[in-house]
């Protein structure tokens, strides 16, 4: 029997390339989430403080970073410079959280991430729909990141924790979907966007889980 993909070849190379940057994806995201619980240690063990506005200036500024240098060699300095600066941050939180909320909060963010996960690559639906939640929502948290500077939202913090596990959930959706469909073919970007989803989505667990055991 002739096998369908010698009958179409464009077939054949699309599957070889979305298995490459799935792969290299990742490895790459293995890797930065390897490298950001480093620098999340050393984080703790200087009893760093949070930053504030100037986290937020550092991200953007690293973010912009990668987005330039993605099709270069550089891209992968600037994905561990901005992934091991998001680690580090995380020694203020971690410092005040018990071990037993880190490891609950940890094991949720690995079980989401492998159940959203395989869901997208099991039944390769598409989730590009999602496009204009994630717009809508990207601006929403940076209106609530700039609020939240000059109004104490603590009442609201449950609500905004559980929206940011949805929009965190619906980037993993949306960005293996778009790996799996061919709308993402360099995994530089894609290993950004699914590391700040895992982020968020650890963060945010961690608050619900500690608000929820009165942590």
Not at 6 to 29: F, H, I, Q
Not at 58 to 78: C, D, E, R
Not at 101 to 122: C, D, N, W
Request: glycine share 8%.
């Amino acid at each position: 029997m002739v096998d369908a993909r010698t009958l179409n070849p464009s077939t054949s190379a699309s599957s070889a390339l979305y298995a490459g940057v799935l792969r290299n994806t990742y490895l790459l995201l293995s890797l930065t989430l390897v490298w950001s619980t480093v620098t999340a240690y050393v984080s703790m063990q200087m009893n760093t403080q949070p930053m504030g506005f100037g986290m937020l200036i550092i991200y953007i500024g690293l973010l912009f970073a990668v987005t330039k240098t993605q099709n270069s060699v550089w891209g992968l300095f600037w994905v561990f410079a901005l992934t091991g600066f998001l680690g580090f941050t995380l020694g203020p939180i971690l410092n005040y959280s018990s071990s037993a909320l880190i490891v609950q909060s940890l094991g949720l963010t690995a079980a989401v991430f492998v159940a959203l996960s395989a869901y997208a690559l099991i039944t390769r639906k598409d989730f590009s729909f999602l496009s204009g939640f994630l717009i809508a929502g990207a601006v929403i948290i940076l209106g609530l990141v700039v609020l939240s500077l000059f109004i104490d939202m603590s009442a609201f913090s449950m609500a905004i924790s559980g929206g940011m596990v949805l929009f965190a959930s619906a980037l993993i959706l949306f960005q293996t979907s778009q790996i799996v469909h061919g709308g993402e073919t360099n995994y530089i970007s894609a290993t950004v966007g699914l590391y700040v989803a895992l982020y968020s989505l650890f963060i945010h667990l961690l608050s619900l889980l500690g608000i929820m055991g009165d942590d």
